[in-house]
């Protein structure tokens, strides 16, 4: 009778809501050289040979996705998947998502922010899109003399950089472009899709918590770059090859269930 | 205290706030009628309906004057010294009269001319590059460039969240005293919006108000039909395009190239109005010519033939520049005066605000 009593309140749930869900977090861990990113005193070596260190790092991650093996997907609702990630603030690494019950064997997300909301209205872009934020820590992801989200910045030295004027040999990378309002310009919009390992699909139930450890391999953004050249890149042409790299930096790092 | 009472008290809240705002706004027309009502955009005759999305950002004269109490406080630049209206002039439609390139902060020069502000509902982009779409982002520029007003827009919301009288009126104009990114800016955007400028010499006759041009003007109309009107496009007298006019590269500003990183976009910069021209000196991007002779000149002798010279300046002969005889030249003079609006010069409503003592900070 009890158990009878259970399904049919389970059944009224599943029909109130559709289906159940649980929550999955996201776990962005920066990595360096196998190990946890160190800003500013890590020095690091980059696959051309030349020592690199860190002093900022941050990007965003918007429209996630969870995919099943049959290719079903869910959206996380746009109105909550834009996502600031910041190396410096540990809780802005984690992103805590509700997601449906069931078996996932991909996860996917863009590293920036869509076009469609790259040109929304000004009244909609609120938390992590307002574009007044963080410009009084020099931390604001926002141009704004070529109005557009800024996706991706890091910023370090190496000493394999050809002094400036002021004698500093610092990289500053400012990675953007959304394709462009109505003449097309550079997109720099990637979609990056973390394949679960067959044995390690991600399980949703209600009664746990999900947290899948997002792995960002942090000099993967200077491959293929010659940093005597490529020191501050912004939006020119080159600035794609940077967007090419850390697409390939993200790597699956692992599920606890809690 | 009973329920019952309770209507009476807002009622008095909004008239102790509606006496406060017109107390505070001084000088504005006596016909501004001070309720949250949407009022009317002032749609010109001979203009079509305005670009801006009136719809997301409803025409409201409680909010054109926040914006205009805004436009002119220094408390949007790092050091209260410099406010949107130090280069942007009314007299001047709202160009800095005089100055070759914009002053900003700690005497800071900027790197072009400051453009005239007016018909900004009416704009497909903004800034001679056109780097700006919308006119709600347009502001954030100037308020964070170094050399302009150098401040964050976080910290002029966090300086206007602690004034004593903004949270009122923002209140008055949005519905509750919270201030964010987007009230200020579109607080901003609405007096852009309300500088309309459709009531010159030019307007009147165009639209048949009992006013005719004299002889000399309508000389001069034909030669700007004839030689001008292609980019210079009617009512506007811009079609907002991004062209070289061939003058001379005395700098590495590629203007529209330096947003769309075209090479066919090198020297390429927004076609300006020509509305006002007689109060707007000095012009081009880089204010190099002090006079309109000077503009003439160049346009009829001077055009260099650089990268992407726009078609138009290149006559069949092969030979650059508009031919343009000297009686061409005075009566294009004369009906380029036509096109002053000094209504729009003098309107009170757009005019700098007093702004109290002790809401100047330093």
Not at chain 1, 147 to 154: L, T
Not at chain 1, 157 to 171: H, L, M, N, Q, V
């Amino acid at each position: 009778m009890k158990s009878l009593t259970f399904l049919s309140l389970q059944i009224i749930m599943l029909l109130l809501y559709g289906s159940t869900t649980a929550q999955v977090t996201l776990q962005f861990d920066h990595r360096a050289e196998g190990k946890k990113l160190v800003l500013n005193t890590g020095t690091y070596k980059t696959s051309a040979n030349d020592p690199v260190s860190i002093s900022l790092l941050q990007y965003y991650i918007s429209n996630i996705q969870f995919i099943k093996g049959n290719g079903d997907k869910y959206t996380v609702p746009k109105a909550s998947s834009f996502f600031l990630i910041k190396e410096n603030i540990d809780s802005s690494k984690t992103i805590v998502l509700k997601v449906p019950d069931g078996v996932y064997s991909a996860i996917t997300f863009l590293v920036g922010i869509d076009s469609l909301t790259s040109t929304l209205g000004i009244e909609e872009r609120t938390g992590v899109l307002d574009p007044g934020k963080d410009m009084a820590a020099s931390e604001s992801m926002y141009w704004t003399w070529n109005s557009g989200y800024i996706f991706f910045k890091m910023e370090g030295s190496s000493p394999a950089i050809p002094a400036d004027k002021t004698g500093f040999r610092e990289f500053e990378y400012h990675i953007g472009g959304y394709g462009g309002y109505n003449s097309p310009t550079i997109n720099n919009i990637r979609r990056v899709t973390i394949e679960l390992p067959a044995a390690g699909a991600l399980r949703v139930r209600s009664n746990k918590t999900a947290v899948v450890h997002i792995r960002f391999d942090v000099l993967s953004v200077f491959d293929r770059l010659d940093l005597k050249q490529h020191h501050h890149l912004m939006l020119t042409p080159a600035s794609t090859q940077i967007a090419d790299n850390y697409a390939t930096g993200f790597q699956y790092g692992g599920t606890q269930y809690q | 205290m009973s329920m019952r009472k309770m209507p009476y008290i807002y009622v008095l809240m909004g008239l102790v706030l509606t006496g406060l705002l017109s107390g505070f706004l001084q000088g504005a027309p006596a016909v501004h009628v001070f309720n949250n009502q949407d009022s009317t955009f002032p749609q010109p005759a001979n203009f079509p309906p305005p670009v801006y999305d009136l719809s997301k950002n409803k025409f409201n004269k409680i909010k054109i004057e926040l914006g205009r109490r805004l436009f002119y406080d220094g408390t949007l630049s790092k050091n209260g010294t410099v406010s949107c209206g130090t280069c942007h002039i009314q007299a001047s439609a709202f160009s800095h009269h005089g100055h070759r390139l914009s002053h900003g902060i700690f005497d800071s020069l900027g790197a072009r001319n400051a453009p005239a502000l007016q018909n900004l509902a009416w704009a497909t982009s903004f800034m001679w590059d056109g780097g700006v779409k919308d006119l709600d982002l347009q502001p954030i520029v100037p308020i964070t460039n170094h050399v302009e007003m150098g401040e964050s827009v976080e910290s002029v919301v966090e300086k206007i969240k602690r004034d004593q009288y903004y949270p009122l009126y923002f209140n008055a104009a949005f519905g509750s005293r919270e201030i964010t990114t987007a009230r200020v800016m579109q607080a901003l955007s609405q007096f852009m919006v309300a500088m309309v400028s459709a009531n010159s010499k030019y307007d009147k006759v165009v639209r048949k108000e009992g006013v005719a041009f004299t002889k000399e003007e309508a000389a001069g109309y034909k030669v700007f039909q004839q030689k001008c009107a292609t980019c210079h496009a009617e009512p506007f007298f811009t079609d907002f395009s991004f062209r070289n006019n061939g003058l001379y590269p005395y700098s590495e500003d590629f203007g529209r190239m330096g947003i769309t990183s075209e090479p066919g976009d090198k020297y390429r910069f927004k076609v300006p109005s020509l509305r006002n021209i007689a109060l707007t000196a000095p012009y081009m991007h880089d204010g190099r010519f002090k006079g309109l002779d000077f503009v003439l000149t160049h346009y009829a002798q001077d055009v260099q033939l650089t990268d992407n010279i726009d078609p138009s300046l290149v006559q069949s002969s092969g030979r650059a520049g508009i031919p343009l005889t000297p009686a061409d030249k005075e009566a294009l003079k004369s009906f380029l005066y036509t096109l002053t609006d000094s209504a729009f010069v003098r309107n009170k409503g757009l005019g700098e605000v007093n702004i109290c003592p002790q809401c100047i900070r330093y």
